[in-house]
């Protein structure tokens, strides 16, 4: 970029401004921890059972709802019908709902008196209070990332793929699987980090379904209650780190499997 121009120099201040905003009240954060502190913290049991709980949950639920979110995301991209803009709005909901008020919709769904509540029931299992009403609290904050992500990639691939495909005797369901996932994989992956993201962090839903057992931020939001500032801060710290490994984990894998469907692209072309 050619910092000559004073328009330049504006957009570098304004953008450092942002991120300077970002960035220290993390950085403070850290500096405000002792390692002495963090070892400790590590070694807390409570502490790892929470991050543990909270990973593992919006791992699986965030794996367990692609399967249905992703191809609603094609429907979203490909067809028009009748209400296509109220199902879309349906979808973004849960994005603009406040926290407390999802977790209440939720609560209501899933209790003992809500329909999910009374199936549940019917087999012996409570879901307030329970990793799986985490996961569905997580899943109705965080699916519409998902959904508008893969939309958004299915979009963009060319619809004449598709449809040479259907015309060379493929079935809906192999061209589905062998263009359509293949062609939008890096917007479904950032789907996939988003949803994973943003059930992670959720407290306001999740602290009204279930207290107990405790995802870390609402350990975090215990330890603050009960102890103060400079007792969640380190639980803050260890659960940013483990958070941060795991995206850099996906982001990792997302993009090994970009370089490799890129070198077989390739590949073909200079076959052909």
């Known amino acids: 970029m050619n910092f000559k121009s004073p328009f330049h120099w504006v957009l570098m201040i304004l953008s450092s401004l942002v991120l300077l905003f970002v960035l220290a009240p993390l950085v403070g954060m850290v500096l405000h921890t002792s390692v002495g502190d963090l070892f400790e913290t590590v070694k807390d049991q409570e502490v790892q059972d929470s991050i543990w709980l909270t990973l593992s949950v919006a791992f699986i639920t965030t794996l367990f709802f692609a399967v249905g979110a992703v191809p609603l995301a094609w429907v979203m991209a490909r067809h028009q019908f009748p209400g296509k803009r109220i199902v879309q709005g349906l979808i973004d909901l ?27 029931s019917s087999v012996g299992l ?24 893969a939309r958004d990639g299915f979009a963009a691939v060319p619809e004449r793929l598709e449809k040479a495909a259907l015309n060379m005797g493929a079935s809906p369901f192999k061209m589905f699987l062998t263009i359509s996932i293949p062609l939008s994989w890096r917007s479904i992956a950032s789907g996939f980090i988003m949803m994973f993201a943003r059930g992670m962090s959720e407290f306001g839903a999740i602290v009204i379904v279930a207290y107990h057992p405790m995802t870390a931020p609402v350990l975090i939001y215990e330890r603050f209650n009960q102890f103060g500032l400079s007792y969640a801060r380190p639980v803050s710290v260890i659960f940013i780190l483990a958070a941060l490994a795991v995206f850099v984990l996906l982001r990792m894998i997302s993009v090994g499997r970009r370089s490799e469907r890129s070198s077989l692209v390739k590949s073909d072309s200079n076959n052909a």
Do not use: E, T
């Open 94 to 120: 849960p994005i603009v709902l406040p926290h407390s008020a999802a977790g209440i919709a939720m609560l209501g769904f899933i209790s003992r008196d809500g329909f999910l509540g009374k199936v549940a």
């Open 126 to 149: 409570n879901l307030v209070g329970n990793p799986g009403g985490i996961a569905l609290a997580m899943a109705f904050v965080s699916l519409s990332f998902m959904i508008n992500s």
